[in-house]
C-alpha cells in the first residue's frame, strides 16, 4: 500500500511540508496547487525537491470546473487544461484530480460531461497525463461518487478514471458499499479523510474541519473496506483541510497521518481478511487491563513534599528499587514510583519539567505485542540501562516526552516487583482507595486530537464525545478515552490562563496532570482522608445549593457532602461521587471518585466549579472584592 498525503494537510512553507513528511514515512505527496503557486521554486526544482526527499507526486489537484461549460468557457477550459499538462510535465506527475464543476454556465447531462472527458483524455494523453474525476458533496451537478462514476464509464477512455475522497462520500451520508461495483482499475486515486459530526454547510465543513480518519466521527472504515474490495491498489492519500492543522506542527501531523493511515488500513484487513493491503504484519488492538504503575521524576530536595502528599491520601513506603533511587508507594492495587535517581530518563523529565510524571506502565495481555504495535504505527522505542537480573519491560515514547511501559502475566513481566524491587512488609493504611479510576492528561488543544489518536489506534480505545469545560479564563476541552480497565481524560488547552494552559507553562509540556483513584463508600474514605490530614479542595457553599435544587437530594445529603467538600453527579444508570485535592507538588493533584451504579463519566457538570475553586485555593492572598 503505498501512502500519500496532500501538501494542503501540514502547516509551513513548502520545504516544511515536504521534510515533515518524508521523515513520518510517507511514500508520495499530492501536490497542491496553492503551494506550488506560493512557494518560489521553478516546477522542476520542486518535482527534484519532492524526488530528493525519496517521494514522489502521486497527484496534482484541483483542476476546476471543466465539465458542462458552454462556449466560449469551454474553449478556455481546454486551454487552461494544456497549460496546467505542461506544467504536470515539468513536475513530473502525471495524474491530475478534475473536481466536479461548481461554474454557474455549467450545463448537467452524463453524456455531455462524458463526452468532454473523452476529448481531454485524447489530449492528455499525449502528454502521458491521466485525468481522475473527482465529485465534490457541493458540485453543482455532480456531487455523488455514482454519478461521477457514470461519466467515467461513459467516457471510456484509457486515460479518464475517478477519483473517491471519503469526505465527499461519507459527508452526504452516501453508503461506500456502492463502491464495491466500481472496477478497481477505473479508480486512479483515494483521498481519505474523517470530520467530527457537526451539521453544517458542506463545502464549510469540508474546508476547515476534516481531520485524519479515525479522529471524527465517519465510517471511513467501511469506506476503505469498500475501496480496497475493488482490487484497487494505488495510494491511500490523506487530504485534510483542517484550521487546526494548518496552524499545527508540521511533523505532529504528519506522524499523526501515518499513525491513522496504518491503523484504518489495519482496521480495515481486520474487519474482511479477503482484503490484502500491502502492509507489514503487528497485532490487532487489546483492550488495556489496567495502570501498574505511575512514576514520578523529582529530586531528593522535593521527594518529600511528594512523598508527604502521597501520605496523606493513605500511601505507604512499600520498598525500593534494586539499582535506582526509586521507590514503591503502595495502596491497593496502586502503585506510584518516586524517582530521585540522580543519572537516566527520570533526572533528565525532572530537570526539564520539575516533579512530573515520567512514567506510566499498562498493565497488557501481552506486552511485547502491544508495544510492537504501537511502534509499528509510529512510536518509538526507549531504551534505559538495567542492572543485572532486571526485567526488560518493554518501553516506548509516549505523547509529550514521556515514556510509557507494558507489563503483562504471560512473559512474567509482573513479577516486576519482586525481581527489581526489595519490598518492605509495611502495613496499608485503610483508607478504601483500592485503584487508578482514570488518569488526566493536560496539553495544548493543538496536541489533543494526537493523542487520542494514540490511544484509539494503538489500544482500541473508544472516544466519549468531547466537551467544553468552562474555566475562568478561558474554555478547556476534555475529551475522554476508554480501553479496557484503562480510562483516560485529555485536558486540552486553548488559553494559557486557565488552570491547565497554567499547568502546561509552568511544567513546560503536557503530561499527567492528576490521577483519580477510586474507593467504595466516599463516606468512610473521606473521613479516614480527614485524620490522615489529605488536603480537601474546598468546594463553595452556593455549589451545594444547587445540587440540592438540580437532584432533589434530601438536605442531610447535601450536608455530608459539603462536610466533606464531596462533588456529586448522577445520570440515569447512577451516582458520582468525588473528591478534589489542593493541588501539590509538580502541579499536580488527586481525585478520589466512587461510581455508584453504572455511571460512567466524570462528573462534567461539576468541572468549572472545581477548576474555579482550584483557581481561589492558588491564589490566597487575592482581595476579594465585595
Ligand atoms: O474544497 C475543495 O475545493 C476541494 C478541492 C479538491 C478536493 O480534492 C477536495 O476534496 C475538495
Ligand atoms: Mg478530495
Known sequence: ????????????????????????????????????????????????????????????????????????????????ARRKFELMNQLGTDLVLICSSVHPAAMGGIDRMAADFRELGDIAAAYGIRLGFEALAWGHHIHDHRDA??????????????????????????????????????????????????????????????????????????????????????????????????????RLVAKDGLRSLRALTDAARRAEPALSPDLPDFRAPAPVEGIEFIEFATSRGEAPALEAFLSS????????????????????????????????????????????????????????????????????????????????????RGMGGSVLRFVDHKSGLSKLWEVDFQLDPTPQPATGITA?????????????????????????????????????????RSQALRSGGLRVTLNGAEARATLAGRFIEETFGASVQHVALKCTDIFATARKLKDLGFPFLQIGANYYGDLEARFGLEPAMTR????????????????????????????????????????????????????AAQKRDSRPADIRSQ
Open 436 to 476: 487508578v479510576d482514570h488518569i488526566a492528561q493536560t496539553m495544548n488543544y493543538q496536541e489533543m486530537l494526537s493523542w487520542s489518536l494514540f490511544y484509539t489506534t494503538g489500544f482500541g480505545a473508544e472516544k466519549s464525545p468531547m466537551l467544553d469545560v468552562v474555566d475562568p479564563h478561558g474554555l478547556v
Open 149 to 250: 462514476w457514470e461519466v467515467v464509464r461513459r467516457a471510456d477512455h484509457s486515460h479518464v478514471g475517478l477519483i473517491l475522497d471519503s469526505f465527499h462520500t461519507l459527508a452526504r451520508r452516501i453508503d461506500p458499499e456502492t463502491i464495491r461495483t466500481i472496477p478497481g482499475d477505473k479508480i486512479f486515486f483515494v483521498q481519505l479523510a474523517d470530520a467530527p459530526a457537526i451539521e453544517m454547510d458542506l463545502l464549510y465543513w469540508s474546508r476547515h474541519f476534516r481531520n485524519m480518519p479515525g479522529e471524527g466521527d465517519l465510517d471511513v472504515t467501511a469506506f476503505t473496506r469498500a475501496v480496497l474490495a475493488t482490487g484497487y491498489n494505488g495510494p491511500l492519500s490523506l487530504e485534510i483541510f483542517n484550521d487546526q492543522f494548518r496552524a499545527g506542527l508540521p
Open 1 to 80: 500500500m503505498k501512502t500519500s498525503i496532500a501538501t494542503v494537510s501540514i502547516s509551513g512553507t513548502f520545504r516544511d511540508k515536504l521534510s515533515a513528511i518524508a521523515q513520518a514515512g510517507f511514500d508520495g505527496i499530492e501536490i497542491f496547487e496553492q503551494d506550488f503557486l506560493a512557494s518560489d521554486f521553478t516546477p522542476e526544482e520542486v518535482g527534484r525537491m519532492v524526488r530528493d526527499h525519496g517521494l514522489e507526486i502521486t497527484l496534482f489537484q484541483p483542476f476546476r470546473d471543466f465539465e458542462g461549460l458552454p462556449e466560449p468557457h469551454r474553449a478556455r477550459v481546454f486551454a487552461r
Open 560 to 611: 455530608r457532602l459539603q462536610e466533606y467538600d464531596i462533588l456529586y453527579d448522577e445520570d440515569a444508570a447512577g451516582r458520582f461521587f468525588q473528591i478534589f485535592s489542593r493541588t501539590g507538588p509538580g502541579g499536580f493533584f488527586l481525585e478520589i471518585v466512587c461510581r455508584d451504579g453504572d455511571y460512567d463519566g466524570y462528573g462534567a457538570p461539576n468541572a468549572p466549579f472545581r477548576i
Open 313 to 396: 491520601a493513605g500511601f505507604a513506603r512499600a520498598g525500593h528499587h534494586r539499582s535506582k533511587a526509586v521507590t514503591l508507594w503502595r495502596q491497593g492495587e496502586v502503585n506510584v514510583l518516586i524517582n530521585t535517581d540522580p543519572a537516566g530518563f527520570g533526572h533528565s523529565a525532572w530537570a526539564t519539567h520539575g516533579t512530573t510524571v515520567c512514567e506510566l506502565a499498562l498493565r497488557v495481555p501481552d506486552a511485547r505485542g502491544a508495544a510492537a504495535r504501537v511502534m509499528a504505527l509510529g512510536a518509538l522505542p526507549h531504551h534505559e540501562k538495567r542492572g543485572a537480573g532486571e526485567l526488560d519491560i518493554p518501553a516506548l
